[in-house]
């Protein structure tokens, strides 16, 4: 396996992360501790969880799993998802932060994780608030590391100003979304990052399984199907006429290959070298024994050029811009 530097962190993790985001809910709990443990044996040493993830179920089997094999995973989970309906149940201010780790500690039985997310942005708090409240955590010695998950470049820019100025941890890595579909985050994030030595951690490489292949033109969605169940974040985020179209193109084209679309597209996210580690996310050990398959596949120079034939480098399929005064460098040409 080759390890990776969490950006300039010196802790060092799998090129893929299992998430874990399936596991206590669709994932039964025997499944779920299955392919976490085949994961460690294959030299998966990173794991993320959130706590709003099946409702703390996630959590609660992540624990199980690691009960005896803590020390071999570094172990990430997230806060600032809404987990009750009080004003104060949701958000990244100090009274929710401080009180949903201890939960998230208390649900997989440890007394740290090696990262911790704020999930998303709260508009609401201050910056200073939320980076004062990590910083504690961390010098508690609860969490060993901190990070942001879907954050836009200018406010993880204002984060890390704040850090600095105000003698702060900062955050170690951001998870943001990023596929072949989506390459938004290349004309700002991640030349930041990469200037910065921030980690990039992305999720959802497959684009909700647009990249999978079997979402096809005027089909129906196929049984069991994200689509098919209606899910909110894939009819937002992915469900574009555009993306099926590009996907049966790859398809064809990765026959040709004679590699599965699911191991090209995952090693193509691999191959930018700004990347740190990507994050599958496996219902099934059939699911991850295949997803695995992607650090077997080599990206050519003639893949890239036909990915970027589809879709031009920090856009975005069915829309996106580039402006000339911005010069897009973000797979690290």
């Not at 969490?6 to 998430?19: D, E, I, M, N, T």
């Not at 409240?133 to 200018?154: E, H, Q």
Request: some cysteine; overall charge negative.
């Amino acid at each position: 396996m080759d390890y990776r530097n969490l950006g300039k962190a010196g802790v060092r993790v799998s090129p893929v992360c299992l998430g874990t985001m399936m596991f206590g809910g669709p994932t039964n709990e025997s499944d779920s501790i299955t392919i976490m443990h085949k994961a460690i044996d294959l030299g998966i040493n990173f794991f993320d969880t959130a706590n709003m993830y099946s409702t703390g179920g996630s959590e609660i089997v992540v624990g199980k799993a690691l009960a005896d094999r803590r020390e071999k995973v570094i172990l990430a989970t997230k806060g600032r998802a809404p987990m009750g309906d009080g004003p104060n149940d949701a958000g990244a201010s100090r009274a929710h932060l401080m009180r949903e780790l201890d939960n998230s500690l208390k649900r997989m039985g440890t007394d740290y994780v090696d990262l911790y997310y704020v999930h998303t942005p709260d508009y609401q708090t201050p910056i200073e608030e939320t980076l004062r409240t990590l910083d504690d955590m961390v010098r508690s010695g609860k969490v060993r590391y901190i990070a942001c998950s879907n954050f836009r470049a200018w406010r993880l820019a204002e984060a890390l100003w704040t850090s600095d100025v105000r003698n702060l941890y900062s955050f170690s890595c951001v998870q943001p979304l990023y596929n072949i579909m989506n390459r938004d985050i290349e004309v700002e994030l991640m030349p930041l990052c990469q200037e910065k030595g921030i980690g990039v951690v992305s999720y959802s490489p497959l684009a909700r399984g647009i990249l999978t292949g079997k979402y096809r033109k005027d089909q129906p969605f196929p049984e069991g199907s994200r689509a098919s169940r209606n899910d909110k974040r894939m009819n937002e985020a992915e469900l574009r006429d555009v993306s099926i179209e590009l996907s049966q193109e790859i398809a064809d084209y990765c026959d040709k290959k004679g590699v599965s679309i699911t191991n090209f597209a995952l090693a193509w996210c691999l191959a930018n070298p700004i990347l740190t580690s990507i994050i599958i996310g496996p219902r099934t050990m059939e699911q991850f024994d295949d997803n695995m398959g992607c650090l077997d596949v080599e990206i050519t120079a003639e893949d890239e050029a036909f990915i970027d034939s589809l879709v031009p480098p920090g856009e975005h399929s069915g829309k996106g811009f580039q402006d000339p005064q911005y010069p897009v460098t973000g797979r690290g040409k």
